[in-house]
């Protein structure tokens, strides 16, 4: 009896998959669907708001808006008709976003970066340090869990949502946290994409400098350039190069992450097992358990990006890498309509007050530090 029961275990959870199938593949549909609207409102709004006061506003306007909006109203609608939970397991958002990330590398020329964006460089490490360790040390003092204030420290000093999933598959965070983090991530980007082009206009700071406070600032690459956009075609090359310089610094950050929360967080749980079971291997995380928390998809963004240098540097077509760059952006399209069908008020309420507070201060401090940085190694900078 026991035998039979357990011969046909196997059965009925491939039977039980088989049935939710169906399920999955209209849930990418849905994604798919409301990805291709996030397009045309994309490509179309700008003219259909010409010769009209939100003309300036359309055309700043990038995907990342659009697509997670979409994505809350079918969020909304699907709840409505009690279909949303049957339909998630085809919101791929971790596949899309990491998908995308991966041909994101495809477009960061690291050579160019070492060789023509010295100061770009310097900013970045220096903002990222401190920017994150001032995060991480105010989360620790208002009681947040190390991996939500993990993700919150790494999407506000790197780059936004693409920090944040890099950090969330390294400390093995909640979907939930994720989803958070993203959300606030997209709301405090979203002014700043025409804040700070016009403080930079009030403060009469050079293009070079508004550049480098924007690309350092601003936490989505989206968002970066359409800010750029504003502030002028100078002030955007500067802003995408410090933008993709601390891209560049995903994978770091990762394995550092990675390092940390397997060897210190983590540690303490594995001691305290060690204590229970008498087995002192408890307290010491193996290889192994290092490389199954470690991001992998960082592997293939560090080699796309190589890929793509080394293509480049041979002779290889501009056109390829632009094509390349187009299937990002549909995939990072489907991430963020995937993150607003996969939004969730509960998991605000939850959290409370304090995680707002924390990406607020943090944001302030980025500003802060930024235009410094931007004054300091940028102020003699010709474009």
Do not use: H
């Not at 010769?51 to 300036?56: Q, S, Y």
């Not at 964006?117 to 360790?133: C, D, E, H, N, Y």
């Not at 709301?187 to 009469?204: H, T």
Request: aromatic content about 10%; charged content about 15%.
């Amino acid at each position: 009896m026991t035998e039979t029961a357990s011969a046909s275990a196997p059965a009925e959870r491939t039977d039980e998959r088989t049935a939710k199938l169906p399920y999955a593949i209209a849930g990418v549909l849905v994604v798919i669907a409301l990805g291709a609207a996030t397009r045309f409102f994309e490509q179309q709004v700008p003219g259909w708001a010409a010769d009209t006061p939100l003309a300036k506003v359309a055309k700043s306007i990038e995907f990342p808006v659009y697509a997670i909006a979409l994505g809350l109203i079918g969020n909304v609608i699907l709840s409505k008709l009690a279909l949303r939970e049957a339909l998630s397991r085809g919101f791929r958002t971790e596949f899309f976003i990491k998908t995308g990330l991966v041909l994101l590398g495809a477009s960061i020329n690291l050579k160019l970066l070492v060789t023509a964006a010295g100061p770009a460089i310097i900013q970045a490490l220096l903002l990222i340090s401190i920017v994150f360790g001032f995060t991480w040390w105010l989360g620790g003092r208002l009681g947040l869990d190390d991996k939500l204030r993990a993700l919150l420290a790494s999407a506000v000093s790197i780059c936004g949502v693409s920090a944040a999933i890099a950090a969330a598959g390294a400390v093995q965070a909640k979907r939930e946290q994720l989803a958070y983090a993203a959300s606030l991530v997209i709301i405090f980007a979203l002014p700043s994409i025409f804040l700070l082009p016009w403080l930079a206009s009030v403060f009469g700071l050079p293009d070079a400098v508004a550049g480098a406070w924007i690309g350092g600032n601003i936490d989505t690459t989206a968002a970066v350039a359409a800010a750029g956009a504003i502030a002028g075609e100078d002030a955007l090359q500067i802003a995408t190069i410090v933008k993709t310089t601390q891209n560049a610094l995903i994978g770091i950050v990762a394995i550092a992450l990675t390092a940390y929360f397997a060897l210190k967080v983590e540690r303490k749980s594995w001691a305290g097992a060690s204590e229970a079971t008498g087995n002192d291997t408890a307290a010491r995380p193996s290889l192994r358990e290092f490389w199954d928390r470690f991001p992998k998809f960082v592997l293939g963004f560090i080699a796309a990006s190589v890929i793509g240098t080394l293509y480049l540097q041979f002779g290889g077509d501009k056109v390829d890498i632009a094509t390349v760059n187009d299937l990002r952006t549909w995939f990072l399209i489907f991430a963020f309509v995937a993150i607003g069908l996969e939004f969730s008020l509960r998991g605000l309420r939850e959290a409370g007050w304090r995680p707002i507070a924390l990406f607020a201060s943090a944001t302030v401090v980025n500003i802060v530090v930024a235009l410094g940085l931007a004054l300091l190694l940028f102020g003699n900078f010709t474009v």
